[in-house]
């Protein structure tokens, strides 16, 4: 069963951020992916002149989420 969740790196041992749904000393196989960074990997994509707050909210924000609309 795969399982996908965020932890975080602190004195040499991964830290869930929620319990995860294994048994006490069950042994698993472990694949680590840093967390992306969209923001810092995407900055200078477009010629934004407002302010970062505004492009943070327009970007995030669902209600202009082009998916959410046919």
């Not at 602190?10 to 319990?19: A, S, T, Y």
Request: proline content about 9%.
């Amino acid at each position: 069963m795969p399982l996908t969740f965020e932890a975080i790196y602190e004195n040499g041992v991964l830290k869930p951020v929620q319990p995860l749904p294994l048994k006490e000393q069950e042994r698993v196989q472990v694949t680590v992916h840093a967390a992306s960074q969209w923001v810092s990997e995407t900055a200078g994509m477009i010629k934004w002149t407002g302010d970062h707050e505004t492009l943070r909210r327009l970007a995030e924000d669902v209600e202009f989420d082009p998916q959410e609309y046919p």
